[in-house]
């Protein structure tokens, strides 16, 4: 059991420990200087609630946060102080002086939800490619190339429905049959991405459990590597009970059942900390999680398209010109994309 500490006890206990071990580090007084007001912060609010630091839960870090944003903290502020919280606990997570880190869920929902996140893994397109072709389940590798080459978020991932895609393989019709959405009946590969999805909502027949978090419906292009990748795992997804078809269907205990976002990112984490990419205890500036892919395919594909009004499209934000590549689809968004996108599998693309 770690040492307590009280919000008046600065100079003891974990908090100093960690101080202490970040100034052994090499760390500026200023960027100490930082951690020691932020944690005194954390641990005064805590202790206020009766709770030591080491015993925080996710509830007790949002509510701290809710509070700095009743004091009018700016979100930038607040970010930073996050970022700070959640280095002390994965440090200390790290050394084994405390279980868990209670912020990790609470920084990867702050970066989902649009707030300033912090600086986080830079991994090269060779790095990732690397990664992808480390994968060999069909279903893993399936889920990591849509995750990094449309940007979608894990929710709207497992929300997919075989009709939501609309691929030009023929076994796929053949086996299916043609029936994909209007939306994207007249658009070989392409993924369709509905901004209607509420949890406990029934779509197609079929109630969620996840929703999906976009503003607009997208449709969005799937190059030659995302066929193949879905192809590859529709040739052994077993059959569902669903009617809604799911896309992406568990193969272990619930088999044959709707993924969730708790499956997808034991999937993912498990591929990222076999890669080095995850450690537990880390922060969502370190570790890969199923976001991660959302914050890789933003960085490239601006950088490559030089466009973000397109990138937001993709992604589905809000944006005063959305109209205007939905009713140009092919010129503004297709044709860009499949010139700009980023290749992560090492076979040559299908010719045209």
């Not at 071990?21 to 090499?26: Q, S």
């Not at 279980?99 to 600086?119: F, K, L, Q």
Request: charge should be negative; include cysteine.
């Amino acid at each position: 059991m770690a040492q307590r500490d009280t919000a008046t006890d600065y100079d003891h206990g974990p908090v100093q420990t960690f101080l202490d071990e970040m100034e052994l580090y090499g760390r500026s007084t200023s960027t100490i200087g930082d951690y020691r007001t932020t944690l005194r912060q954390l641990r005064a609010f805590l202790t206020a609630h009766d709770t030591p630091i080491e015993d925080a839960t996710r509830g007790d870090c949002l509510q701290w946060i809710q509070s700095l944003r009743e004091d009018d903290y700016a979100p930038g502020s607040i970010r930073t102080k996050a970022v700070h919280v959640n280095r002390f606990y994965g440090y200390m997570v790290q050394t084994g002086e405390f279980d868990e880190n209670p912020m990790v869920v609470v920084m990867e929902e702050m970066s989902e939800r649009g707030d300033s996140s912090p600086t986080r893994r830079r991994i090269a397109v060779e790095e990732m490619r690397e990664f992808v072709g480390s994968i060999r389940n069909p279903l893993h590798r399936a889920i990591v190339l849509v995750l990094a080459k449309t940007g979608i978020r894990v929710g709207e991932l497992c929300n997919l429905d075989l009709r939501d895609v609309n691929l030009a393989h023929p076994a796929i019709a053949e086996y299916y049959g043609s029936r994909p959405r209007a939306a994207i009946s007249d658009r070989e590969n392409t993924l369709f991405v509905t901004s209607d999805i509420n949890v406990d909502d029934t779509v197609n027949g079929e109630e969620r459990t996840e929703g999906n978090k976009r503003h607009r419906d997208t449709r969005i292009p799937v190059d030659a590597e995302v066929e193949r990748a879905i192809v590859e795992w529709l040739a052994i997804r077993p059959d569902v009970e669903s009617a809604a078809e799911p896309l992406f269907v568990n193969v272990s205990e619930s088999y044959g059942e709707r993924l969730t976002s708790e499956m997808v990112r034991a999937y993912v984490t498990g591929l990222a900390r076999e890669n080095g990419w995850y450690t537990t205890g880390a922060g969502v500036e370190e570790n890969v999680t199923p976001h991660y892919f959302r914050h890789f395919f933003t960085t490239e594909m601006r950088q490559r398209t030089d466009d973000g009004y397109l990138v937001k499209y993709l992604r589905g934000d809000v944006g005063d010109v959305m109209d205007r590549y939905t009713h140009n689809w092919q010129q503004l968004v297709a044709e860009p994309y499949t010139q700009s996108v980023y290749h992560l599998t090492t076979r040559r693309r299908r010719s045209s």
